[in-house]
């Protein structure tokens, strides 16, 4: 009781202190007051904790203690500790127990106290890996340094984050690995009752230390059976991977995301073949849609040709025939090609001919407009950008393939909602 009196009386001192500081000085500024209550605040927050550990004690329980893997270990005195908090550095003193000789020793208080071998507290992991999924590795400690009294290196702040990274990719592996193997059970829909759902792939290359690599991304999303409906419960997903496994994570995402068992699905996609290759091996009866816009890549090229490059002439010809395959669709805009390469002789052209022969059976457009469906696939191409680019496509960086995977696995956690969830689980497995 005594140290507890005492702790609460240093707190109050502290605030005593401030009050009279900010109080006395007549000409003070309201920034002012706000970075001494908060110099406080963190100073208050380092007292706190430090005093309740030493309420709670060393953990010293005895000069000789049974191990929880039941070997005999002997106290060989008290060690101390710092460890980084929001608040600033905080020093932990612990009772050490060896346990003989080369099989190290024991700490009763870190497993009491679920404290992080890191020895950063998982608030600042959490923080550290905030920054990280954003920004540059150098640039987030910078920030949290700004922010908080924490001294961080880069280099620290790339191996706490690639480590939460590398967490959450084996767990997600190894899940899709048990349930492909029926060792799990299936997922259950996260969400009910979709009426309408969407799902979209596509590849996005990174640069790593071996070159070029394609990570394959998936979104998904609902919508209701309604004209002009906006995309609901938008979620992504990015793999290094090839088409199978990736395939297999892709099941396991429309499983839960409610887009297997929809009245209807709907796939907007490029034209690559391994996407569709995918979306029918997965789920042969969904509505297969080619991208409108890209689509339209390819008679701009064809108009480019024919009507020279960069000029008005061929701006009005690339409209107008974007036009034509909106309302006549894809089987309309394919006669027209082929008649065109009677007179005109182009790779750009041969190529059009070639795609729109392939996927004429998805590009009937006024049908898909008339019942209400998305015609483009924006939401993947965007993910390309928001979820993939963004981070690891930035002038000058070079990734392993690991490293890449691991920050985009984290920064999905936070694209799709599950941030909170992760960190939770986290904490309840590390104290477990």
């Not at 429309?254 to 996609?269: H, M, N, P, V």
Request: glycine letters at 8%; charged letters at 25%.
């Amino acid at each position: 009781m005594l140290k507890i009196i005492t702790l609460v009386e240093t707190i109050v001192k502290k605030i005593r202190e401030l009050l009279e500081l900010c109080t006395s000085e007549e000409d003070i500024t309201f920034d002012e007051i706000e970075a001494k209550v908060w110099e406080v605040i963190l100073e208050i927050g380092r007292l706190m904790i430090e005093g309740i550990i030493r309420l709670r004690g060393t953990g010293f329980t005895g000069k000789v203690i049974k191990t929880p893997s039941g070997e005999l270990a002997e106290y060989r005195g008290d060690i101390q500790t710092g460890v980084w908090t929001l608040m600033g550095k905080v020093t932990v003193k612990r009772a050490y127990y060896h346990i003989g000789k080369g099989k190290g020793g024991y700490i009763p208080l870190d497993e009491s106290l679920s404290l992080p071998p890191e020895r950063y507290s998982y608030a600042v992991q959490e923080a550290m890996s905030l920054f990280a999924i954003e920004d540059s590795f150098f640039e987030s400690a910078k920030k949290l340094k700004r922010l908080f009294p924490i001294a961080v290196s880069g280099s620290t702040v790339r191996r706490i984050t690639q480590k939460h990274g590398e967490d959450i990719t084996q767990k997600e592996a190894a899940e899709v690995k048990a349930i492909f193997s029926h060792k799990q059970p299936v997922p259950q829909p996260e969400i009910k009752s979709v009426k309408r759902g969407y799902a979209g792939m596509d590849g996005v290359m990174v640069s790593t230390v071996k070159g070029y690599k394609e990570m394959k991304i998936a979104v998904t999303y609902d919508t209701p059976k309604a004209k002009d409906a906006l995309a609901n419960n938008l979620h992504y997903m990015a793999l290094f991977a090839c088409p199978e496994q990736f395939g297999e994570h892709l099941w396991v995402m429309l499983k839960r995301q409610g887009i297997y068992d929809a009245d209807e699905s709907i796939w907007t996609c490029d034209g690559a073949k391994w996407e569709w290759k995918l979306k029918q091996y997965h789920d042969p009866k969904g509505k297969e849609i080619v991208d409108f816009i890209h689509a339209g890549e390819y008679l701009t090229e064809v108009a480019s040709v024919i009507r020279g490059p960069g000029t008005e002439q061929a701006s009005k010809c690339a409209r107008c025939m974007r036009l034509n395959l909106r309302r006549g669709g894809g089987v309309r805009i394919l006669k027209a090609l082929r008649k065109l390469s009677k007179v005109y002789s182009a790779t750009e052209l041969t190529s059009a001919i070639t795609y729109f022969q392939n996927n004429q059976s998805r590009m009937d457009y006024p049908a898909c407009e008339a019942l209400g469906y998305h015609i483009t696939s924006s939401p993947v191409e965007s993910a390309c950008r928001h979820v993939v680019g963004d981070r690891l496509k930035r002038s000058g960086m070079r990734w392993t393939d690991e490293g890449a995977q691991y920050v985009t696995s984290l920064r999905l956690k936070w694209k799709n909602g599950k941030w909170e969830d992760y960190w939770k689980r986290y904490h309840s497995c590390m104290a477990a």
